[in-house]
């Protein structure tokens, strides 16, 4: 049969109690089959310790503070997320889209920004005169106009508009671009308040005067339409086009009445550009794309 014996310290003078608690339950206390020294609690309390000594142990050795440790709560990310940060995680080839997030240090603080946030900061960091994308049409279904409103004269002077098959609804239509000085609330309509080369009165920058037609042989507006800088408010918003309209024969042969055109033209009265939009004489744009380039500043 096992013993108990209390060994007193000879060297000292206190009194050690053992107080038993006020409970009318029996209660039976193990001893464990071990030497060591029993842990003692700060406070009393009935609260029963469930982990195992295992499970303890695993915080042998932490450093780690109760402020450090507390910045775990909260955290909703699965441990398949935080792995991702995991410099040996396999890199993937999903597909980077608009609206996409990614992670950056912002001086010091973690933040997720988007994608078109970087991409935007990007075009302001690319060599003086080179050519950035900005903004697609998309694919054209039946639209009225088409607009673009990213224009920034702090990072572009210039801008280059790309005609990709720009079919109208109408048949023998001519192809124009409207201008706008409140981001796109309003365009300038009226005829009069454009010129071409030749001193015309026109209704927009002139894209394609020649009439673009809407048969099933047509191929409609492909070309480069060029606006320079029209942030400038002292002067005329210009611009050039080079573009043909095409169409072909049953033989796959081009048509006679495809021509090239090379046209100037510019808004009549002196003001700050900042939206166009594309937009047929009459009608609607039935299909095509139209994508929007700067010219970044020199």
């Given amino acids: 049969m096992s013993k108990i014996a209390l060994t007193p310290n000879a060297s000292g003078d ?4 053992i107080t038993a608690p006020n409970s009318g339950t029996n209660r039976a206390i193990a001893l464990p089959d071990a030497a060591g020294t029993i842990p003692l ?3 009393a309390s009935n ?3 469930t982990s195992t000594p295992a499970e303890l142990n695993i915080l042998d050795g932490v450093t780690s503070t109760a402020a450090e440790l507390n910045i775990l709560d909260g955290v909703t990310a699965t441990a398949a997320e935080i792995n991702l940060i995991d410099g040996g995680t396999a890199r993937g080839t999903t597909a980077v889209a608009d609206g996409d997030g990614f992670l950056t240090n912002d001086g010091g603080t973690m933040r997720m920004t988007t994608v078109d946030t970087l991409a935007t900061y990007m075009g302001t960091k690319v060599g003086g005169g080179s050519m950035v994308f ?3 049409s998309g694919a054209i279904s039946n639209a009225a106009t088409v607009a673009f409103t990213a224009f920034d004269a702090s990072a572009f002077d210039h801008y280059v508009f790309m005609m990709q098959h720009v079919i109208p609804a109408t048949d023998s239509v001519q192809l124009f671009c409207q201008t706008s ?7 300038a309509t009226t ?4 010129h071409n080369a030749g001193g015309n009165d026109k209704v927009g920058l002139m894209v394609m005067e020649l009439a673009v037609g809407s048969e099933v042989n047509e191929d409609g507006v492909s070309g480069r339409f060029e606006i320079y800088a029209p942030h400038l408010a002292n002067v005329r ?9 095409s169409g072909t024969d049953a033989g796959g042969n ?3 009445s495809s021509f090239g055109q090379k046209r100037a033209s510019h808004r009549y009265e002196e003001e700050d550009t900042d939206a166009v939009r594309f937009i047929f004489e009459s009608g609607n744009i039935e299909s095509g794309e139209i994508v929007m380039y700067g010219i970044a500043n020199a």
């Fill in 14 to 17: 206190g009194v050690f109690t």
């Fill in 41 to 43: 609690l700060a406070a």
């Fill in 47 to 49: 609260t029963a310790i």
């Fill in 134 to 136: 900005i903004a697609s």
């Fill in 181 to 187: 000085t409140d981001g796109g609330s309003n365009f």
């Fill in 191 to 194: 005829s009069g308040d454009y």
């Fill in 237 to 245: 918003t210009t611009s050039q086009a080079l573009c043909v309209v």
């Fill in 254 to 256: 081009i048509l006679n």
